[in-house]
């Protein structure tokens, strides 16, 4: 993907290259913390069956280049929906706003990813989160390195 990026500079270009995409078939989870004398991951079988997938999926070594994280969470359609309005659900015609943020979607699935896809979610440079609701509920992944050039 190419596109033209100006931020009071000088237009450069911006390159993506795609390095790797999956989708993970597993309900969206977002990222949530206990508080007490520790801070711990609740949802550490979740990040436990996605890292799974991951490893199975994905057979390099981690990334260590910037990274452009493109992340789609589809979340179950409501069961108190009408059969009249779930048409609406599927094709994307009624926005995903409740819970979870997708910031915590996004945070959640930047921790399954690390050490597996990159070496550190630090590299993750750029990122771009949707939230949509669907009759089959996943994320889908994509991954690129990301270059600026003049």
């Not at 993907?1 to 989708?23: C, D, N, R, Y």
């Amino acid at each position: 993907m190419i596109s033209w990026v100006a931020f009071g500079q000088p237009i450069s270009l911006e390159v993506t290259i795609l390095l790797f995409e999956a989708t993970i078939p597993i309900t969206p989870k977002p990222w949530t913390v206990r508080r007490g004398r520790t801070f711990y991951n609740v949802n550490a079988d979740y990040i436990q069956h996605v890292r799974i997938y991951l490893r199975d999926e994905f057979h390099n070594k981690p990334y260590n280049c910037p990274i452009y994280l493109d992340l789609v969470h589809y979340m179950p359609i409501p069961k108190s929906v009408s059969k009249k309005a779930y048409n609406d659900y599927v094709n994307n015609k009624v926005y995903h706003l409740k819970k979870p943020d997708t910031t915590n979607l996004n945070k959640q699935m930047e921790d399954c990813l690390t050490g597996i896809i990159w070496v550190d979610d630090c590299q993750v440079i750029k990122i771009r989160g949707t939230k949509l609701y669907s009759d089959n509920p996943r994320t889908e992944i994509r991954v690129y390195e990301y270059k600026i050039e003049d």
